[in-house]
Each structure stands twice: as C-alpha cells, then as structure tokens.
C-alpha cells in the first residue's frame, strides 16, 4: 500500500526567504505526485502534480517541485515566500492504475508560518 | 472554473442525529469523493463514485454511507452520528482519469 510521509508538521519562514517542504512516499512502481495548499477556512488547491518525464515540476503561485525516485522524495520549493503563503500544505500520492484511478493517499500536512 | 459547494459550513448535531452532507459540483465531473480531515492526520478517504449509483469504501467506511443519485450531487450520510464523528469534512470532484481533484470549502461537523 501506498504511504506519504512529510517529516515537518509546522515551518516558521520569514517573508522573502526561501522555503522547501519535504515529502516521502512509499510506493513500489512510479506514482503520481501532487502538492495541495489549504489556505485558512478553504478547501485544498492544487499546486503542482508529477506523472512522468522532467523531475522537476512548476506549479502555480511560483512553486516547484523535485521527483527524486532514488530518495523517493517530492520536495516542495519557493525561492521567495509571500506573507500570502502562509498556510498548510498537503502531498498526496496516487497509485494510477486503472483499479485506484483517483484514489489519493495524503500526508498529515505541514503548517507554514510566514513572519514579516 | 470548477466549482464544488458543499450545504453548510458549520453544523452542530447531537449524538444518535442522522446527519446529512451535501456536495454538488458544477462541472460533470464523473468522479466525487468525500474525506474527512483531521489534525495531524492529514486527508482519509471515506467514499468515492465514479458514476451515477455508484460508490466504492475509502479508507474509513464504517459509520457513513453515500449516495450518488444525479451525477452532479453527492451525499454523505452519517446514520447515527457520534462524538468520534466530529471533524471536517471535504468533497471533491475530478474528471475521469484527470487525476486532478477539486474540493469544496468543507463542512465543520460537531457532534455534541
């Protein structure tokens, strides 16, 4: 069965620096990757998604992020953080074969705090 | 764009209540879900549909069931709610194979 792990559930960050959130997976073929934000009192939005081809991914609101299948890692990247940013970020994986289409195994989230 | 809206955002029941959730998307999305979220815990799947009377368990089942009668609403019910029941939760929709999920704003449900 598929897992997600994210090591860190809270990040303090100041504004204009530089954040990285990392996420592990457990899964024995090439999965799916996804990063969600949830802002306060919203539902969750995508940011990015990995299927297959070039490792790193660009997603909206100027994030990236790094496929590592040697390290089985997904790490979420933003050079320059925004008071805007502040929220919690979910990493999910997806097994995507025809028999789990759709199903997504989520991590815990990792709570980002931007001071100014 | 895609929009989910889910009946209420805060919902205050008591123990032993029938609980209803609603979810409707704008988008005729063939795939709906319903999670629940809780700290710490991140998303667990509880339903999905993939078509119109259709619906397969998630990961936590037991206590809720689901109905899917038109394929822009879908429900989740809580027969018998109980304390251990209160969370948020979220629904959300997806094209067939899109591998993109949109969610609602979510329920906050408290069961007293």
């Known amino acids: 069965a598929q897992s997600v792990t994210q090591p860190d559930i809270h990040i303090t960050v100041s504004e204009g620096a530089s954040l990285e959130l990392r996420c592990n997976y457990s899964?024995?073929?090439?999965?799916?990757l996804f990063w969600y934000v949830q802002s306060p009192g919203q539902g969750l939005q995508l940011l990015l998604k990995?299927?297959?081809?070039?490792?790193l991914v660009q997603g909206i609101k100027g994030f990236e992020a790094e496929f590592k299948r040697s390290q089985s890692s997904f790490n979420l990247r933003k050079p320059s953080v925004h008071w805007s940013d502040a929220a919690e970020y979910f990493c999910?994986?997806?097994?995507?074969?025809?028999?789990?289409?759709?199903?997504?195994?989520f991590g815990a989230g990792t709570q980002v705090v931007v001071t100014p | 764009d895609v929009k989910v809206t889910q009946s209420s955002r805060y919902l205050v029941k008591r123990t032993g209540e029938k609980v209803f959730l609603e979810c409707v998307q704008d988008m005729d999305h063939e795939n709906m879900f319903w999670y629940r979220q809780d700290p710490g815990l991140g998303l667990r799947l509880i339903y999905f549909s993939y078509d119109v009377k259709m619906k397969e368990k998630g990961d936590i089942p037991e206590g809720y069931s689901v109905s899917r009668e038109k394929k822009e609403r879908f429900s989740l019910i809580l027969e018998s709610a109980s304390t251990n029941q209160t969370s948020m939760y979220l629904c959300?929709?997806?094209?067939?194979?899109?591998?993109?999920?949109?969610f609602g704003p979510g329920t906050r449900l408290t069961v007293t």
């Open positions: 899964y024995g073929a090439t999965p799916y």
């Open positions: 990995y299927f297959s081809g070039d490792t």
């Open positions: 959300a929709s997806e094209g067939a194979r899109s591998y993109e999920q949109y």
């Open positions: 999910a994986v997806g097994a995507g074969t025809t028999d789990s289409w759709g199903k997504l195994q």
